[in-house]
């Protein structure tokens, strides 16, 4: 079974940073397409960074320049590093994943919120003061 297991989340003030984790099982992370997309106290879904198949980052441009979304493929574990980070920040944060398309295409970030992903995890929160 594929299983993606978010941690790293807390309470931090503004302007300071956090790595977010997601542990991947059950395939191998670097040939899918990794995303990491937010639910915020509002309950809207946002993307916020994606991570295609060649290694090419995508990010919303509410987090550009801040986050960095990264893989260990040594480890099956997708990042994410948060810096500079704002109150708006805060939410729910989700690792997902999907196969890429026969012609090896993942959807662009700012499709990650609508999309519908093959399989995500249960979640961590960042709260931002």
């Known amino acids: 079974d594929v299983q993606l297991v978010e941690s790293g989340g807390g309470s931090v003030p503004a302007g300071g940073s956090l790595r977010l984790s997601c542990a991947v099982s059950?395939?191998?992370?670097?040939?899918?397409?990794m995303a990491w997309f937010r639910r915020t106290p509002s309950l809207e879904r946002e993307g916020v960074a994606l991570?295609?198949?060649?290694?090419?980052?995508d990010y919303a441009d509410s987090v550009k320049g801040r986050f960095i979304i990264s893989i260990d493929s040594a480890n099956n574990t997708l990042y994410l590093q948060m810096n500079t980070l704002k109150p708006e920040d805060t939410a729910m944060y989700y690792c997902?994943?999907?196969?890429?398309?026969?012609?090896?295409?993942?959807?662009?970030?700012?499709?990650?919120?609508?999309?519908?992903?093959?399989?995500w995890g249960q979640g961590t929160q960042v709260t931002v003061s």
């Open positions: 997902a994943a999907d196969h890429p398309t026969p012609a090896g295409l993942c959807p662009g970030v700012e499709r990650v919120a609508s999309y519908e992903f093959d399989s």
């Open positions: 059950g395939y191998t992370s670097s040939t899918y397409c």
């Open positions: 991570l295609d198949v060649s290694g090419h980052d």
